[in-house]
């Protein structure tokens, strides 16, 4: 690469470097000759100390708009041991660049890749073609998030190093160790994966699913065991029994698994939760024994001590008996600890900027001792097992006998196995959390914190020196030793660092105290009501009771009551040196702290760094064994609190002097802050400078007992007005620069410095009066005008020409006129609008739009870019250049859809299901006049009515989803959900047709349909269940049958011409297309030309009499007399929501949405515009009462009267949405009696007079509906093509076009056509090498066929007709 100029070799320091990139500068060495770029490889490859600090990078483009295409680095010099080759190279490829590489040699076909690699994979493509390497197909999917937990391997990797979890195989992980740990199956895995399906967009699912998958499998083969709960035993005596072992089935249901022994005596035991709940002469069932009378129960306390029990074993009625769990008295009685493992993350979602570490330390690990049955005895690792009424398990480890070393036997450890239902099953003795209220004997406690501590150091020391893993496990095994040490003695995990909390202070006031003490007591109530999980009720009346202790406190002391309810800790109390001291380390704190960043920020080597870390950790340390206190953010000393007399008062107001030095800090620190975000500067620069602007606003509130004011200004001073209007006039005059570069399209460079001079001024004039610039640098009119225009012309005749001008600017741009004569207008605009306000003070009348954007850019400052300012609710993707994107965004954020949990399951939102309501109403009305009615079928279809039908279901047996289970039971029989409805309705027609006089029967029913296929789903066009209309009619004689056909045909086609303003090509399915089980389908085809496809819109099959025939639907011919059958006549029609999905490719731009007038809920949006409080009122009224107006005349229309967004994120948000037209109001427009009407689906902007205003709307509403449709006609026509060659075939094909060709009408030519047409590079990415297939005969032939030879390159016959053909949906 670098020998063919792909590569070259750059020394360019790594900050530097990152800066070049993002302001796309080429590096000085990217011209560099051959020669040089393989010197300094070699001394790379040699790992020099100069070849250290070089890189290798692709030489592909440094102006793309794809960062990852910026001349990405691919070789690194890393002088470490490799763990295979110890030292052999120095030098090592990146990840991006050997990934393409190894893909391809290693003959990876698919390379699977998530979402956030989809910038990479131009880069990817380069290097494949660069290399002349076979190329992968790339398949994107996006990342599955689960609840609960975190997935992240560095923030699971801390867990483990902190000591939080056993290790990476912990139950509560999510990794695969973890999960299978746990019980997860490698089958449930499979299946899980199978149903979930990949997606583009991040899904967010609980646990739930996929633990139900794996109980379904562990379920029929995980033998049945007993254990009771140690600590709650209650002996039962069982009258006139001896004592015997039996065998017994260790699954019910599954005698395969095998026999346990099952121990039988005169004393057996039961759980002290079972025994309460007994009642004298109450028959129960003893599980693997049989039913028993309780005789006798005995009590002391309240507590049941002993039970006595009578065998009634004849009586087998175990229908409505308890059942009870129970272990003979036997010496072969196995210990064991069932093991429950609860949420590792307390919180289900964590919000993007949320810490995980803020939702640990809650009790994760639930232990029970057992008693098991002697059968446990037998389990090895990993046996997966019911105990019965208490769940499943897995043996992590086996039980092993008395030890001769020990004397004591290691029990049976079992995990709890979550089955989708519960998180962790309450059970009889699980171990409590700790109470936190437990006293800490002090002396012991501090000790073994101390200890702690000096052990987490030698620890960090270890990992940071990167010893060797057996000794830093030893000194881990140390440390949590010693942990457990502290937690037995006290019964409280130690607090984090091993550092005991701080004594609460004494407070000034007693009642403060005790309100404190009361509010600390109450958040622990509420926080063990919470772990246990407590009903909704008992837990808000907890929490509303200690929110009514925290406005108390507040109430008494005028500030909120510190974290957990404690008083603040008194400062330490240190010795007189103490102060200067503390202070001189902070400073050196500070100081040290600046090199450390400065040295990350330079890319230093670890070693200089850490160096220098620990530099900074020893003052930290130093500083605290001063002070008793961690050192505060940045270094700076805290401000001593005002000195308070009683806690009822609020801190005194501090020395004027010494907030405004801090004030001053403030404001400079906030600029630095500005300035570093404005300059996109790392995290690792951004951070530090917010921490200490923190500190420093902190410290003033701790001052004066306020926050400090916006900006970090003191009051306002009055200015020296000669010094503020000359800076007024300086942001006037730079202002004009900035407006004129960016209408002149100046390089951003350019615009940038401008902008930069701009916001110096304005920071200027700040500093100086305490207040913003005024909007375009103008002194309020309360000023004196110092420099008038021409007197002669007065704020009347301005307004006047401004109007005049502004016609004409709309006019030029609602007849199509050039950009320079429109821009021309435009600037003459500008100019009279700038001499009016600077005639006047104000802005021209009904014309706050020029000024919006300007006002908006400003207050986004000091960000110098202009993409600062652009948030992420457009659209981001192109329709031609990634129309899977664009069609995910477009229905998304304009909220025709929202994502649901359920792979290929989609939630229609308002925005998109008034579509299919408009839909209804049309075609129900056109049906109904055929004389068809509506009704309803049940969506479940018995297994043997599908059989029936073999050859109709054939197609569909893939997709049929099954309900197989009704609760914990299996079905008899599984029952199919429908896929269509035919096997469903015909066995009622067969009952109710008994003579000619039956007929017709003519049905639709609106209704869901399931069908469960696993190609990629798509929102609208291929989803497993959708909407749609099926009619189902039965006829006597067959010109009824294909007349009624051809009626809903036209109906169809009516749908997407008159509503959706989609032009169909109208004809009959060939016989390799038509729809199983029937005679012919004839279909409506649309075409959409982002991606050369045709879509199916529609169909309406003719079934002849094959159904007629399979189910019986017969009636005596009216002709004979010998009371001959026939069999009925019989259709089927459908039309689904995917004509939504056609709507939004077919219109569709790069703005979002263009909704036809006919089908949009709001066919009109009113926008205030030029809003003011001073006729904001009037806006608003005559923009309501124009609604009201326009929705009597009906028109269906919405006024966004919504105070918090601006006209211009009006204009933009309804945009996306399509709506058809847009209606701006001003104060001039209400003046002049008339309203401004943008078109969504061209842009153009008319002036429309109010009177008659409905007509006129209707009118232009009628004429969007005919462009729209016209224009795509045009589209589909000129993308329409007519051949009879089969070279020809192909190369329209591949040029996106629908191809009408001669065609025999034989099923294996069609198949050879799809076959041979096909390509062996993907022609888009979601039709891989797609072959054409036909989509309809069309009724309107374009030539006569029969002269013409079939277009299949194999055969040699006559054509029947020509056949339209493409590629498809």
């Not at 708009?65 to 010099?77: E, K, S, T, V």
């Not at 409805?981 to 009622?988: A, I």
């Not at 094959?1106 to 009925?1128: C, H, R, T, V």
Request: aromatic share 6%; with cysteine.
């Amino acid at each position: 690469m670098i020998k063919k100029g792909l590569a070259y070799v750059d020394d360019t320091d790594p900050a530097v470097m990152k800066e070049e990139r993002e302001k796309r500068e080429e590096s000085a060495n990217r011209s560099n000759s051959v020669s040089q770029n393989m010197e300094k490889w070699n001394e790379m490859k040699a790992g020099s100390e100069y070849g250290k600090k070089c890189c290798l990078r692709a030489k592909i483009d440094m102006k793309s708009d794809n960062g990852c295409m910026r001349d990405p680095a691919i070789y690194r010099c890393k002088d470490e041991p490799h763990p295979r080759h110890g030292n052999k190279y120095k030098v090592y490829p990146t990840y991006d660049f050997a990934c393409p590489i190894v893909d391809s040699v290693e003959g990876v076909t698919h390379a699977l890749r998530t979402t956030e690699y989809n910038d990479r994979d131009p880069q990817y493509y380069w290097f494949i073609d660069q290399l002349g390497l076979r190329r992968p197909h790339i398949y994107a999917y996006a990342r599955l998030n689960l609840t609960h937990t975190v997935l992240s391997k560095r923030k699971l990797a801390w867990f483990v190093e902190q000591g939080l979890v056993s290790g990476w195989d912990d139950p509560r992980f999510p990794t695969v160790r973890g999960i299978l740990r746990r019980g997860m199956t490698v089958e449930a895995l499979k299946q899980f994966i199978i149903l979930q399906g990949s997606a583009r967009s991040v899904v967010q699912m609980g646990w739930d699913k996929i633990w139900t998958i794996n109980k379904k499998i562990i379920d029929p083969i995980a033998p049945r065991f007993t254990g009771l709960a140690k600590s709650t035993l209650v002996p039962v005596k069982v009258l006139g029994v001896q004592n015997e072992v039996k065998k017994c089935a260790k699954h019910p249901k599954n005698a395969e698994i095998g026999e346990k022994d099952v121990h039988y005596g005169s004393k057996v035991y039961l759980e002290g939760e079972d025994a309460e709940n007994l009642k004298p002469g109450e028959k129960i069932t003893m599980i693997n024994w049989g039913n028993m009378l309780v005789d006798h129960i005995s009590r002391s306390d309240n507590k049941v001590t002993e039970v006595s029990l009578k065998p009634v074993l004849e009586d087998t009625d175990f229908k409505k008996t308890v059942k009870l769990t129970w272990l003979a008295d036997v010496p072969d009685n196995i210990p064991a600890v069932a093991v429950h493992y609860d949420n590792i993350i307390s919180k289900a979602v964590l919000g993007k900027d949320e810490d995980f570490k803020s939702y640990i330390g809650h009790q994760t690990v639930f232990e029970t001792e057992l008693i098991g049955d002697p059968s446990l005895g037998t389990l090895k690792k990993g046996d997966i097992i019911q105990l019965q009424r208490r769940g499943y398990y897995i043996c992590d480890s086996p039980y092993q006998p008395v030890s001769e070393f020990t004397g004591l036997p290691m029990p049976c450890m079992l995990i709890n196995i979550p089955d989708g239902r519960q998180q962790v099953p309450p059970t009889p003795a699980a171990s409590a959390p700790p109470s936190i209220s437990t006293p800490v004997p002090s002396g012991n406690g501090d000790a073994i914190l101390s200890q702690i501590t000096e052990q987490g150091n030698t620890v960090r020391n270890l990992k940071s020196q990167k010893a060797n893993k057996d000794e830093i496990k030893a000194a881990v095994d140390k440390l949590l030793a010693l942990k457990k040490q502290y937690k037995d003695l006290t019964g409280v995990d130690p607090p984090p660092g091993g550092k005991p909390a701080a004594k609460p202070a004494a407070a000034a006031s007693g009642n403060a105290d005790n309100i404190l003490a009361q509010i600390a007591e109450q958040g622990n109530a509420v926080r063990n009501l919470k772990s246990q999980k407590a009903g909704k009720d008992v837990i808000k009346e907890a929490v509303d009771k200690l929110l009514a202790l925290k406005k108390q406190y507040k109430d008494l002391t005028g500030v909120d009551p510190p974290p957990g309810g404690k008083p603040a800790a008194k400062p330490a109390q240190s010795a007189a040196p103490s102060s200067g001291v503390a202070d001189k380390l902070l400073e050196q704190i500070a100081e040290q702290g600046n090199a450390v960043r400065n040295l990350k920020s330079q890319k230093a080597g670890k070693d200089v760094i850490k160096g220098a870390v620990d530099k900074l950790l020893a003052l930290k340390k130093q500083y605290k064994d001063l002070t008793g206190q961690d050192p505060p953010p940045g270094g700076k000393p805290a401000a001593k609190p005002a000195e308070n007399t009683s806690t009822a008062t609020k801190p005194a107001p501090a020395a004027s002097g010494d907030a405004d030095k801090i004030l001053e800090q403030i404001a400079e620190q906030g600029n630095i802050v500005r300035n570093l975000k404005a300059e996109k500067a790392g995290k690792d620069k951004v951070k530090p400078a917010v921490d200490q602007l923190l500190a420093l606003k902190k410290q003033y509130k701790d001052l004066t007992g306020s926050d400090p004011p916006p900006g970090g200004k003191p009051a306002p001073k009055p200015a020296s007005s000669p010094n503020a209007d000359k800076i007024l006039e300086a942001i006037h005059e730079q202002g004009n620069v900035v407006r004129d570069l960016k209408s002149k399209k100046a390089p951003k460079d350019e615009i940038t410095s401008a902008v930069q001079l701009l916001l110096k001024h304005k920071s200027d004039y700040k500093a100086l009066t305490g207040k913003d610039a005024p909007p375009g640098g103008k002194a309020p009119s309360s000023a004196p005008v110092k420099t008038m225009p021409d007197t002669s012309v007065t704020p009347e005749q301005l307004e006047s020409k401004i109007k005049e001008q502004g016609d004409k600017v709309r006019s030029a741009k609602g007849s199509g006129a050039s950009k320079d004569e429109i821009q021309s207008l435009v600037n003459d605009l500008l100019k009279l609008k700038a001499d009016y306000k600077t005639l006047t003070g104000n802005d021209p009348p009904g014309a706050p739009q020029q000024s919006s954007k300007q006002k908006k850019k400003e207050k986004k400052a000091p960000a110098p870019k202009v993409e600062a300012g652009v948030t992420r609710l457009g659209i981001e993707a192109k329709k031609f250049e990634d129309l899977p994107n664009w069609y995910s965004q477009v229905i998304t954020k304009s909220e025709m859809i929202e994502y649901y949990d359920v792979s290929g399951c989609y939630i229609l939102r308002p925005w998109s299901f008034f579509i299919w309501e408009v839909i209804q109403k049309w075609f129900d009305a056109g049906i109904k006049e055929l004389g068809v009615e509506n009704c309803y079928f049940p969506m479940f279809v018995s297994n043997s009515a599908l059989e029936k039908e073999k050859t109709h279901i054939a197609d569909f047996a893939p997709e049929v989803a099954w309900v197989t289970k009704s609760g914990d039971s299996e079905l008899a029989e599984p029952i199919a959900i429908r896929p269509t409805s035919e096997t469903v309705m015909y066995p009622s027609y067969a009952s109710w047709v008994q003579s000619h006089r039956d007929l017709p029967i003519k049905l639709n029913q609106w209704c869901n349909v399931v069908r469960w296929e696993f190609k990629h789903p798509q929102p609208f066009l291929r989803t497993r269940e959708f909407l749609w209309q099926e009619g189902h009619s039965a006829f006597a004689t067959q010109e009824e049958a294909h007349k009624e056909v051809y009626d809903i045909l036209d109906l169809y086609h009516g749908v997407y011409k008159e509503l959706l303003a989609i032009p169909t090509v109208k004809g009959r399915k060939t016989e390799k297309e038509k729809f199983a089980g029937g005679d012919f389908t004839t279909t409506v085809e649309g075409y959409v030309s982002a991606t050369g496809r045709g879509i199916q819109g529609a169909t309406s099959h003719h079934l002849g009499q094959n159904f007629s025939k399979m189910f019986n639907i017969q009636f005596e011919d009216p002709d004979s007399n010998s009371g001959d059958k026939l069999f009925a006549h019989q259709n089927s029609w459908g039309l689904s929501t995917r004509s939504i999905g056609v709507v939004v490719m077919v219109h569709g731009d790069d703005k979002g949405l263009v909704l036809p007038p006919r089908v949009a809920m709001y066919q009109a949006v009113i926008v205030p515009c030029g809003v003011s409080d001073a006729n904001k009122e009037q806006l608003n009224t005559h923009c309501s009462e124009l609604k009201k107006t326009l929705h009597k005349a009906g028109i269906r229309t919405h006024a966004d009267l919504r105070e918090n967004y601006n006209s211009g994120w009006k204009f933009n948000h309804w945009e996306l949405k399509g709506v058809p037209l847009r209606i701006e109001i001003g104060p001039r427009d209400i003046k002049n009696n008339q309203v401004v009407v943008v078109r969504r689906d061209t842009g153009v902007k008319a002036t429309l007079q109010n009177e008659n205003l409905e007509e006129q709307l209707k009118t232009l509403l009628d004429t969007v509906h005919e462009d729209m449709y016209n224009r795509a006609l045009l589209e589909r026509d000129a993308n329409m093509a007519v051949t009879t060659v089969w070279e020809d075939f192909c190369q329209l094909l591949d040029q996106r076009k629908i191809i009408q060709a001669p065609y025999c009408g034989a099923i294996e030519c069609e198949e050879i056509i799809k076959k041979d047409s096909a390509r062996t590079e993907a022609v888009d990415d979601k039709a891989p090498a797609m072959g054409a297939k036909s989509l309809c005969i069309p009724f309107n032939q374009p030539a006569d066929a029969t002269t013409e030879t079939c277009i299949c390159p194999k055969c040699d016959k006559k054509a029947n007709s020509y056949t339209l053909f493409g590629r498809s949906y």
